[in-house]
């Protein structure tokens, strides 16, 4: 497989070379150990490499004695090598932890391909818009619930402005343009539809009697509505909080 860094050093790790994109002729021979360490590195770009995994993975997978002592020293060799590329900065120490491979850009292509705009890339985006896989996933998830509560919330409001009409669509005797403000108890705003002539601290006082009006709601005050499966009347009272994802309760008065 052959990466290319920052477009500008070609790594060919079956040959185990670095060469320049635009000196051919600039090439420079790695050795085994550092050559694996690269191949790690390019493969995991921007991840922190624990010092234990490339312990294993270059020496110990292979057979050969690791210690840290090698492993610093074949690191710093391979600052060294990819310093004569103008590209000093790209391995960073974390101390007692390991080290991350910090390219900006690396194309990846076979070894007998040629390098194209169409290749498959491994490229990572300036430091600020990157974003671990983990958040993104719960962004989707969040967008999601919004979009879900969204459409809630507004099935909700429909159903409560469209209550007068199926209201009077059921019991067919309420004037829906008929509603008065009958003023207000504690934080619910009061409405009489098809208003009787009741005082309003008569109704008031039906309302308490039921609700609290602690939490902001509107109250409607039905009169007088013939129920369909009774022969009687009577009145009704809907208790519909302003919290659109509480629905709304009714209460009926036998008069």
């Known amino acids: 497989m052959i990466f290319v860094i920052n477009k500008i050093i070609k790594f060919n790790e079956y040959e185990g070379t670095l060469e320049n994109i635009d000196d051919p002729g600039n090439t420079i021979l790695l050795v085994k150990p550092a050559c694996r360490l690269l191949s790690i590195f390019v493969r995991n770009n921007d991840m922190l490499i624990k010092r234990k995994q490339l312990l294993d993975e270059v020496w110990e997978d292979y057979g050969l004695k690791a210690t840290d002592s090698n492993l610093n020293n074949y690191i710093s060799g391979l600052r060294r090598s990819l310093a004569k590329f103008e590209e000093e900065e790209l391995i960073i120490t974390y101390p007692r932890q390991g080290f991350k491979f910090t390219a900006k850009k690396i194309v990846r292509q076979e070894a007998n391909a040629i390098l194209s705009e169409t290749d498959i890339m491994i490229e990572l985006e300036q430091k600020e818009n990157i ?53 207000q108890y504690k934080n619910c705003d009061i409405y009489s539809i098809k208003y009787n002539g009741m005082q309003p601290k008569e109704i008031e006082n039906m309302i308490s009697n039921r609700y609290s009006c602690e939490d902001k709601a509107n109250v409607y005050y039905y009169f007088n509505i013939k129920e369909k499966s009774v022969s009687s009347h009577a009145s009704l009272i809907a208790y519909c909080p302003l919290d659109i994802s509480t629905s709304c309760e009714i209460s009926y008065i036998k008069g």
């Open 131 to 183: 974003r671990p896989d983990g958040h993104k996933v719960e962004q989707r998830r969040t967008n999601l619930w919004l979009k879900k509560t969204t459409l809630q919330k507004m099935a909700i409001i429909i159903v409560i402005l469209l209550l007068p009409f199926f209201l009077s669509m059921a019991y067919k005797q309420i004037p829906v343009s008929n509603i008065t403000n009958l003023g």
